[in-house]
């Protein structure tokens, strides 16, 4: 286990036999992890050219990448990883922003990664949005492939002209921010399967409308049901007045009787 400058912390995380070691990088803040990162690939590609794989050297635990710009507050979180010059990019960053934000719709906080940047030749940057990465606050997310590939679902989008020449793939993502315990993972919310406050909103939006549809319909035929009540009350009445005019010699009748005694 080894220990930068800057409070990043790398370490063997646990992995089925047979499959590669990934290395698990911590964030400190006051002393305690505030955010673990980990991938068991990670690569670039500029235009046409070679593709760059940077997964030992960002998860080296020989030599762990420079993070000591990388900072944690409650509801901010910046993982800064400094490669250096690699092949012909001249001091290359990765640079991935994260927030924490509490959503009525689902009752709870999650986090998000809202943006992953690559800054490099002194003054260029590549800014790739993120906003489908999500995970509640109690979970950390996980994905097998965070990626700007379109045949990967295109988790992040190019928002700069620089980003269209990249592209950004990381395999096997994992991450967690603002909620560590004990310096592990918590269980993962699965990219694939896990509910995004836009979608819990939209499922409880659509059980309102369902509960009021429901009562809408329940009323129409109860008011039908009176509806039909009345008219059979109605039938009765007019039938039972009908008898005297059908039969009146019963009415002349008793009137002579009663005149007769």
């Not at 955010?35 to 960002?58: G, I, M, P, V």
């Not at 710009?69 to 960053?93: H, I, N, P, W, Y």
């Not at 924490?100 to 999650?110: A, H, M, P, R, V």
Request: aromatic content about 10%.
């Amino acid at each position: 286990m080894a220990e930068s400058d800057g409070g990043m912390r790398m370490e063997e995380s646990l992995v089925p036999a047979g499959q590669p070691f990934k290395r698990l990088l911590q964030v400190l803040s006051n002393g305690e992890p505030c955010l673990l990162f980990q991938a068991r690939r990670l690569s670039l590609r500029y235009e046409r050219q070679k593709q760059l794989d940077l997964t030992e050297q960002a998860f080296s635990p020989q030599k762990p990448v420079d993070t000591s710009q990388s900072v944690c507050s409650r509801d901010k979180a910046t993982l800064v990883m400094r490669f250096g010059d690699v092949e012909d990019v001249r001091d290359l960053f990765i640079r991935l922003q994260l927030s924490n934000t509490f959503y009525e719709s689902s009752g709870q906080w999650w986090f998000s990664v809202d943006s992953i940047s690559l800054l490099y030749n002194t003054s260029e940057e590549a800014v790739f949005n993120a906003s489908e990465v999500y995970a509640p606050a109690s979970s950390s997310y996980h994905c097998l492939h965070v990626s700007s590939l379109q045949r990967y679902s295109a988790l992040l989008l190019p928002s700069t002209d620089h980003a269209r020449r990249w592209t950004v793939t990381f395999t096997d993502f994992q991450i967690q921010a603002f909620n560590v315990t004990s310096g592990k993972f918590s269980p993962a919310s699965d990219c694939a399967t896990f509910l995004t406050p836009a979608i819990l909103m939209g499922l409880v939006t659509s059980l309102i409308l369902l509960l009021v549809l429901a009562y809408a319909l329940h009323m129409v035929i109860h008011l039908k049901h009176i509806e039909h009540d009345n008219e059979h009350k109605a039938d009765i009445y007019y039938t039972e007045n009908s008898e005297h005019p059908e039969h009146p010699e019963h009415c002349v009748e008793n009137i002579t009787e009663k005149n007769f005694l």
